[in-house]
């Protein structure tokens, strides 16, 4: 089964580092999403990329998230600085458009802890 | 904008009885539901969706999905629940025709165990 990869599984670092999540989509797909997942918060939309332009962004805090998609196998979500507030599991989706009644397809995230 | 309600925040069944997994559903027009299955240290997975047609879908696992355009609800089910079932079970919904990827809205999530 084809399967959206996400790298590392585990980071744990102290604030105020640099942190880079890594997400390889599903081979084909064309729209990526970002998600933050907290037990206050629940899931959460940061962004998406379709045809690897972003769509939208609002749900990321500007001043230090940001995301790219450098090439269709790679996406990229950066954090800098750091905060502990950050620390959640981060996860990415991958889907298909056109074709709106296709499932988004989620990678197994990443744990992110900030000391 | 659309929205999605999941009422409950925990359904406790014993195994071998039906469970049910409620959510309802706000969006202009028609909807794509779609139902999402999380276990613990995994990503979302992805178990059915109804897009037209017969209101009852079929999905993995012997789960099933009744759509209730009146009620605007789109309820979970299985006949005969399993241990194994025990996950953090999502809805989501996303406006028929609308443009510019398939982004979905979210429920905040039902937390079901079954117990033997």
């Known amino acids: 089964d084809a399967r959206v990869t996400q790298t590392p599984r ?15 989509p599903i081979l084909g797909h064309n729209t990526v999403f970002w998600y933050r997942q907290t037990m206050m918060q629940g899931l959460e939309l940061l962004a998406y990329f379709r045809n690897r332009a972003p769509l939208d962004d609002s749900g990321m805090p500007k ?41 988004q397809h989620f990678g197994d995230g990443t744990r992110l802890s900030i000391l | 904008a659309q929205s999605v309600a999941q009422p409950e925040d925990q359904v406790n069944v014993a195994e071998g009885n039906p469970l049910t997994v409620k959510c309802t559903y706000s969006v202009s027009g028609n909807p794509y539901l779609f139902w999402y299955v999380q276990y613990p240290n ?9 897009i037209t047609g017969d209101n009852l879908v079929k999905g993995s696992y012997g789960f099933e999905a009744e759509f209730n355009k009146s009620q605007t609800s789109f309820h979970l089910k299985k006949p005969s629940a399993l241990v194994s079932d025990s996950a953090l079970y999502f809805c989501a919904v996303r406006p028929v025709g609308t ?18």
Do not use: W
């Not at chain 2, 990827?101 to 165990?113: A, V």
């Open chain 1, 10 to 24: 585990h980071k744990v670092t102290e604030m105020g580092q640099e942190v880079t999540m890594r997400c390889q």
């Open chain 2, 99 to 116: 443009g510019g990827g398939n982004k979905l809205t979210f429920g905040t999530g039902t937390q079901l165990k079954v117990e033997l």
């Open chain 1, 63 to 103: 001043d230090r998230f940001s995301a790219e998609m450098p090439d269709a196998t790679l996406a990229t979500l950066k954090i800098q600085p750091s905060e502990p507030r950050d620390s959640a599991v981060y996860f990415c989706a991958s889907g298909l458009v056109p074709g709106g009644n296709q499932p």
């Open chain 2, 42 to 50: 995994r990503g979302l997975q992805f178990l059915l969706k109804y």
